[in-house]
């Protein structure tokens, strides 16, 4: 079984900074893509940020330049960073993984997702 366990969300006043970070266990081959979504009230889920286990990182327009990707492959850990937060930047944050495992009979590639992490801008 795979877990992804989000942590760092919560209260941040606008224009400040915010680390979001997610951890992945279980019986892990391979972490293939990593990312953070997001889920405003009322709206669907749309990524964030995404960075591939080469590095390769992909941001929405919305954070670009504000905001930093970066993983981890040995501690299967991805971590968010946001700056000049902005009031529509409230909403729940998830975290995302493609993971290949063996389940002691074969192999399996699937998409995870954590439970999500509150980011709540104040303006």
């Known amino acids: 079984q795979v877990q992804l366990v989000e942590s760092g969300g919560g209260l941040v006043q606008a224009g400040g900074s915010l680390r979001l970070s997610c951890a992945a266990s279980g019986s892990i081959f391979r972490i293939q893509a990593m990312g953070w979504y997001r889920q405003a009230a009322g709206k669907p889920r749309e990524l964030v940020a995404a960075i591939t286990s080469g590095g390769q990182r992909n941001y929405a327009d919305f954070v670009r330049g504000r905001s930093t990707i970066s993983r981890d492959n040995a501690k299967k850990t991805v971590l968010l960073e946001m700056n000049s937060l902005k009031s529509e930047y409230t909403a729940l944050y998830y975290c995302?993984?493609?993971?290949?495992?063996?389940?002691?009979?074969?192999?399996?590639?699937?998409?995870?997702w954590g439970q999500g992490t509150q980011v709540t801008v104040s303006s």
């Open positions: 995302n993984a493609d993971v290949t495992y063996y389940n002691g009979i074969r192999w399996y590639t699937a998409d995870y």
